[in-house]
């Protein structure tokens, strides 16, 4: 089966030709992808862009709501369409496609959570609307302007959310996707023209690709035209968006990231053990928040094993594995080999379901990911720091809750970007950081206007007659 994938320029598909140039992928079996390359022309029709998102922050949340309906209706032929893109050309198991589909519903139809995001991260929903007096000055926040989206293809919903976080700012975007799935930005743009093809927020989008190992003076246009730059994947994906970003430009890096998990004495062996089967499983550790690593404290170590067992089984039914490829699978069988000649005790589930691996702390192996994981028996949280590194260690998923609070310090000095309750690595609560940043922040300028030489200050409680007492000597009127 082979599938064209066009561009989209300004909200606008572009009519697939033979003056298209593609880029041929084979992801998955036979199934072969035809995506469209940009060109002169096309890259020239997305530079010349002259729409803005001159809306308010209701009318921007209200069009995203609207969308999302689109997308929680089960008969929505572009969601169907999706779905079935994912498992024909990505390997997705049915019950991960359809869930990945949900979640774009979520988070389009989740208004409050929207409002909030921008509440907490710029301190006011008013503040890209409204000018707001704060202390001694009214501020405003505008939009970059252009924000160049480099995404990754291991988590599709990190695109979605990259692009939210740029419509909320108003900001206008293009959209490069990952060769590995060029199918989710297409689909969550795509669905917008659906709702309403000339309405601002459409406009302003743009999908495309361009490979990173060919010719790089029409990306190097693109990226010279960008005001903000977001980047998502591995360490030569963000090198590669450091090398051609212009100087003057912000580049928010989403870089790869570890994340483990941390189990203290539980009373409640099978809530602990469904916790860290959720946070191996989902997305089958593809994601920086999935759990790679198991530090457990305390006795009963068997009983935890069997029933993480009974817990990965569990979610072998209920969220199947993706389809793996020959390397893939002789990665894991490779690990597996590798652990036995080292004498550590392997466990292992029926068609390499999961494996799970008994080892010291100071003796990792290959990490084929695949719901892989290395169980460390440990004495206390100071076995476990060393292992915590500053820029590279994500997420925390802690085991029963009240340990969090013991060590979330400790933690936090390790550095430790963010700490959940197992079982919600995937849940990034409204109002935190991610991989310690405020994002918003980055996409937008804070212009301030200052009041007036008579506008009176706590700290100075006459008119800032400044040339007056300069001439007067008298600039110690102004020292409080």
Not at 327 to 352: H, I, M, N, P
């Amino acid at each position: 089966m082979i599938k064209c994938i066009p561009m989209i320029i300004n909200g606008m598909v572009q009519d697939i030709d033979d003056n298209n140039v593609y880029k041929e992928i084979n992801l998955n079996n036979d199934n072969i992808i035809k995506l469209s390359v940009i060109t002169e022309s096309s890259v020239s029709k997305t530079l010349n862009i002259k729409d803005r998102i001159n809306l308010n922050l209701n009318q921007i949340v209200n069009f995203l709501y609207t969308v999302g309906q689109r997308w929680k209706s089960e008969e929505y032929n572009r969601r169907r369409t999706y779905i079935r893109e994912l498992k024909t050309y990505l390997g997705y198991s049915d019950e991960m496609a359809r869930l990945e589909a949900n979640w774009i519903a979520m988070l389009l139809c989740s208004k409050s959570a929207l409002y909030d995001i921008v509440n907490y991260d710029l301190g006011s929903i008013h503040v890209l609307d409204e000018w707001l007096p704060r202390g001694d000055c009214y501020v405003k926040a505008q939009p970059k302007g252009v924000s160049v989206h480099l995404l990754a293809g291991n988590v599709p919903l990190s695109g979605v959310t990259s692009i939210l976080r740029a419509i909320l700012t108003k900001n206008e975007c293009i959209i490069k996707t990952s060769s590995s799935d060029p199918f989710t930005a297409n689909a969550l743009v795509s669905s917008f023209i659906d709702v309403n093809a000339d309405h601002p927020i459409t406009k302003s989008m743009s999908v495309m690709y361009w490979p990173h190992d060919e010719d790089m003076t029409l990306p190097q246009r693109i990226m010279n035209h960008a005001d903000v730059v977001i980047a998502w994947g591995g360490e030569e994906a963000i090198k590669w968006a450091v090398k051609y970003s212009p100087p003057h430009v912000d580049i928010m890096k989403f870089g790869p990231k570890k994340s483990l998990s941390i189990i203290e004495a539980p009373k409640d062996i099978e809530a602990a053990a469904m916790g860290v089967a959720h946070d191996i499983c989902f997305y089958d550790q593809q994601a920086c928040f999935s759990t790679q690593d198991v530090y457990y404290i305390g006795e009963n170590l068997p009983l935890f094993l069997n029933e993480l067992e009974k817990q990965l089984d569990r979610y072998a039914k209920i969220l199947p594995k993706g389809l793996n490829s020959f390397d893939e699978k002789a990665a894991f069988t490779l690990t597996e080999r590798e652990s036995l000649f080292a004498g550590y005790e392997v466990r292992k589930g029926d068609k390499q379901a999961w494996l799970i691996v008994v080892s010291p702390t100071n003796s990792f192996g290959n990490q084929p990911l695949s719901r892989s994981v290395y169980v460390h028996q440990v004495s206390d949280i100071n076995d476990i720091i060393p292992f915590v590194n500053k820029n590279s260690t994500q997420t925390v998923s802690i085991y029963p809750w009240e340990a969090s609070l013991k060590y979330r310090d400790k933690l936090a000095m390790s550095g430790v970007e963010r700490i959940v309750e197992s079982g919600m690595n995937n849940i990034f609560r409204v109002g935190g950081a991610h991989d310690s940043l405020c994002p918003l922040q980055y996409l937008v300028r804070f212009i301030s206007h200052e009041r007036p030489f008579n506008y009176t200050t706590k700290d100075v409680a006459v008119e800032i007659e400044q040339t007056r007492y300069l001439e007067e000597d008298k600039f110690l009127v102004f020292v409080p």
